[in-house]
């Protein structure tokens, strides 16, 4: 990591990264609230499973979503 670059999450193991600025809060917060928001504004509930061909642009959304996430923090890890 470039030093100019503000910590915003500590690395705990590979698979755990432990927000320790208010910009890694907001991050963590805007993707779980991303993953609740987008099957609801498209209309997708609970009860129904998941079928690709109806479903795929939800799993589109999340999907950008994920890799949003980890462009937008990847250079921000001290680990």
Known sequence: ???????W???????IWLPISWEGWAMLLGFVGGFFLIPYLNGLS????????RDWPVLLEM???????YWLSSGRVRK
């Open 63 to 69: 999907g950008v979503l994920v890799v949003a996430f």
């Open 9 to 15: 999450f500590h690395r705990v193991n590979a698979r």
């Open 46 to 53: 609970r009860n129904e499973s998941i079928v690709f061909a």
């Open 1 to 7: 990591m470039s030093e100019d670059k503000k910590v």
